[in-house]
């Protein structure tokens, strides 16, 4: 896995900016009560991905945690949840 280049990280915003915008101007559509975003680090050893997490804690201004055997850091922002997630090798049903 790897992360957004420029052009789609400015996608992937514009997109969560105009569905917010579609959403309060179409009070008729169901919306969730809550979204996550997930992150995955790029393909690597246990330690290079929990070093990644460990980065993006640093940079978000969070503690990581371990949750059901994966090394996790999230950030809040109201009910939308940003969380960036190692899975180890030995979970990992990719085959890779």
């Given at each position: ?6 052009t789609?990280?400015e ?13 309060e ?10 979204s996550?975003?997930f ?10 991905r929990?070093?990644e ?13 371990n ?9 809040n ?20």
């Open positions: 896995m790897t992360y957004a280049n420029s789609e990280r996608a992937l915003i514009s997109g969560l900016r105009s569905l917010a915008d579609y959403l101007a179409s009070p008729e559509v169901p919306a969730p009560s809550y996550d975003v992150i995955f680090p790029p393909d690597g050893t246990d330690a290079e929990r070093a997490i460990d980065l993006i804690a640093a940079q978000i201004g969070e503690t990581p945690e949750v059901c055997g994966h090394y996790v850091v999230t950030r922002f109201g009910p939308v949840q940003y969380r960036a997630v190692a899975i180890p090798r030995d979970n990992d049903t990719s085959g890779k």
